[in-house]
């Protein structure tokens, strides 16, 4: 058979050209798919930022006109007392939302995976609770149970320890008395999530600790803690960022008060842009504020990322 110049290539061309074509098929309807999804998040996320951010540069009080005011909202966050103090009370929060819940999660989680007594199922929901219960709900009944003739109160006082004046109302107790409210809620959303990342370790682990003579302690430190660091970081990541953001509780028990000794950051925004008339402000908090909770987090997924190698 004599071989015609160019028939093999136009023969190859055909495939070529429906590659070609299922390629730009598919790729006008991934752009389809994605263009709803990226614009609505445009719309709702990235331009209320952006806005934001413009926000922070001008002097306004929401009604009048706005005059410029370059950097001198963020200047003022770390000369104004009270601005500062916010940001670290929200620091304190960290211990109370995020560190004293994993230190109690773990010992709770491990007990009710490694525990076969009747009821478990009844308790991890109770521990669980907090979670689903709003946190206006959830203040309102803390404020009560912190009064003055309170259930707390009334058990200290039969130790002779009664307070003489709110929890509350107090500057000594105020802000350690709404961290632990935090403790109580965020104990719960923990605790599940260690218990789904115990739930994987294999129960020969535990069974050849114990032919080696290893106690308890030995088999949470070297087996059940090693197994549960993806966890403990996505725990970390979670209540950090409730804790920096936290407004409805400060707002429903103390609003910011006795003074400013609970005053949070994301209630100070609230408080500048709608109390005080200062939007710039309260813009360049918000602003700051994101900052923050991003660089927290990106520090603390990055030290896991170093652990896990």
Request: charged letters at 10%.
């Amino acid at each position: 058979m004599v071989a015609v110049p160019g028939v093999a290539g136009a023969n190859g061309a055909g495939p070529r050209r429906k590659t070609s074509s299922k390629r730009r098929s598919r790729a006008i309807t991934t752009v389809t798919l994605l263009a709803l999804p990226v614009l609505v998040y445009g719309a709702f996320i990235i331009y209320p930022l952006i806005r934001v951010v413009g926000l922070s540069f001008w002097h306004w009080d929401g009604l009048g006109p706005a005059t410029w005011a370059g950097f001198e909202n963020y200047t003022a966050i770390y000369e104004d007392d009270r601005l500062r103090a916010a940001f670290l009370h929200g620091l304190a929060l960290i211990f109370f939302f995020a560190i004293l819940p994993i230190l109690i999660g773990l010992p709770l989680a491990s007990m009710l995976i490694r525990s076969r007594a009747p009821g478990l199922g009844f308790f991890r929901t109770v521990v669980f609770l907090p979670q689903v219960i709003a946190m206006v709900v959830l203040a309102v009944a803390w404020r009560d149970i912190y009064a003055l003739n309170g259930p707390i109160n009334t058990v200290l006082g039969w130790f002779g320890m009664r307070m003489t004046e709110p929890f509350l109302g107090s500057f000594t107790w105020a802000l350690p008395a709404v961290g632990f409210i935090g403790t109580w809620v965020s104990t719960g959303l923990v605790t599940v999530l260690l218990m789904s990342g115990m739930a994987r370790i294999s129960e020969s682990y535990y069974e050849a600790a114990t032919l080696d003579g290893v106690g308890p302690i030995g088999k949470f430190w070297y087996i059940t803690l090693p197994a549960v660091r993806a966890e403990i970081l996505v725990c970390v990541t979670l209540t950090t960022i409730n804790a920096l953001k936290t407004f409805d509780l400060v707002y429903m028990t103390t609003s910011g008060g006795p003074g400013t000794s609970t005053t949070v950051p994301a209630y100070e925004v609230y408080y500048q842009a709608f109390r005080a008339g200062s939007v710039g402000t309260a813009a360049a908090l918000a602003v700051v504020l994101t900052l923050l909770i991003f660089t927290i987090n990106l520090v603390v997924n990055i030290v896991g990322e170093r652990e896990k190698k």
